[in-house]
Each structure stands twice: as structure tokens, then as C-alpha cells.
């Protein structure tokens, strides 16, 4: 097999860079870290004892409104008062710092699916960009 252009950018024609600080290659089972994460969010987050993964640019949008701030938190306070059960939860390495996790799930017996965007600050530092919440029926 010819790996001529194993580490090249095909439309620039440049060589790739080494993965030397790609934190998400560093991570041996991104459905293991996933799933902690899910289960963090639920347990200390959305209960309101945790906000540390929020940033001043921290984002949710939620029936076409966009939720930041005290907003984001009044949110959270809704989604607790819900009986939530997680049915799945996908997630994929996008780019060196970033994971897209997406999980579906009931909210009281209403189908949604919910969208993360996790990057990457520092050390074992993650904070949450962004969250798109849709329900199904």
C-alpha cells in the first residue's frame, strides 16, 4: 500500500502536523470519557452544584431560544424538574481539542436528542461550547 500521502493535506499539499498536543489522541476510549461526562452533567450540573464547565460564551439553544448566563441556569432548573433517561449516547473526536457528543433520551415521555460541543482548556480542564437540545415528538 503506498502511504505517500498518509500525512499530507490533500488540498493544500502540505505535510500534517504530528499530533504532539492533540489531547483527544490522548485519550484512549472516548465512549468511556462520553459517558462520564453524561453522567456528570446530570448529576452536577443539571442539579445546579456544579457550573464549572460553563464559560462567559457558553451557549444552549432550546426551542429555537438561544440560553446564556442566568438564562442557561434557569434552563438547567427546568430540565431537573423532568424525569430524564438516557436511552443512548454517541460521540466522535473532532479536531485535537474537541469532542461532539450527541445522546438521546426521554424527558418525561417526550423523545429528544441533545447536542454537545466539549473543548478542551487545559490539563484535564473541559468546558461545554455549546448545546443544542431537540424534541422529537
Known amino acids: 500500500m503506498d502511504h505517500t500521502y498518509e500525512n499530507m493535506d490533500m488540498v493544500t499539499g502540505k505535510k500534517n502536523k504530528k499530533s504532539g498536543d492533540n489531547i ?8 468511556e470519557f462520553a459517558n462520564n461526562f453524561i453522567s456528570f452533567y446530570y448529576n452536577k450540573i443539571v442539579t445546579g452544584e ?3 464547565m460553563f464559560r462567559d460564551f457558553s451557549v444552549f439553544k432550546y426551542q429555537q431560544q438561544e440560553y446564556r448566563d442566568s438564562s442557561l441556569i434557569a434552563l438547567l432548573h427546568q430540565i431537573n424538574q423532568q424525569k430524564n433517561n438516557i436511552i443512548n449516547i454517541e460521540v466522535m473526536p473532532s479536531g485535537s481539542r474537541r469532542f ?3 445522546i438521546m433520551g426521554k424527558m418525561n415521555e417526550t423523545i429528544f436528542s441533545q447536542y ?3 473543548t478542551h482548556e487545559k490539563a484535564d480542564v473541559w468546558y461545554i461550547k455549546s448545546s ?6
Open 24 to 31: 483527544v489522541n490522548k485519550i484512549e476510549n472516548p465512549q
Open 50 to 52: 456544579d457550573f464549572s
Open 116 to 118: 454537545f460541543m466539549l
Open 132 to 137: 443544542i437540545i431537540s424534541l422529537i415528538n
Open 100 to 102: 461532539d457528543i450527541l
